[in-house]
Nanobody
Framework: QVQLVESGGGLVRPGGSLRLSCAASESIDGIYAMGWFRRAPGKQRELVATIISTGSANYADSVKGRFTISRDNAKNTVYLQMNSLKPEDTAVYYC?????????WGQGTQVTVSS
């Protein structure tokens, strides 16, 4: 079982930046896809970004050009660099990892964008 621990959330002003980290409990070399979802209050869970083992990434339209996902296999970690943050980015952000048809989840980290 892959354990995922997110960090890097917090309170930031509109226009600010945050970098989320998702550290896996084992090597991510064999993990095909990792990424981030988010859930805002009163809304459904939304895909934010995904990166596969080749390095190819895809993003939700709402974050394209502002967010960048990356993975460091040597550190067993996936990152989400979030720039030009908006109040509507406020949500709990969850990391996931897909291996052998099983999706693993982290516990989530809160991101609040407010002045």
């Amino acid at each position: 079982q892959v354990q995922l621990v997110e960090s890097g959330g917090g309170l930031v002003r509109p226009g600010g930046s945050l970098r989320l980290s998702c550290a896996a409990s084992e090597s991510i070399d064999g993990i095909y896809a990792m990424g981030w979802f988010r859930r805002a209050p009163g809304k459904q869970r939304e895909l934010v970004a995904t990166i596969i083992s080749t390095g190819s990434a895809n993003y939700a339209d709402s974050v394209k050009g502002r967010f960048t996902i990356s993975r460091d296999n040597a550190k067993n970690t996936v990152y989400l660099q979030m720039n030009s943050l908006k109040p509507e980015d406020t949500a709990v952000y969850y990391c996931h990892a897909d291996r052998s048809l099983i999706r693993y989840w982290g516990q989530g980290t809160q991101v609040t964008v407010s002045s």
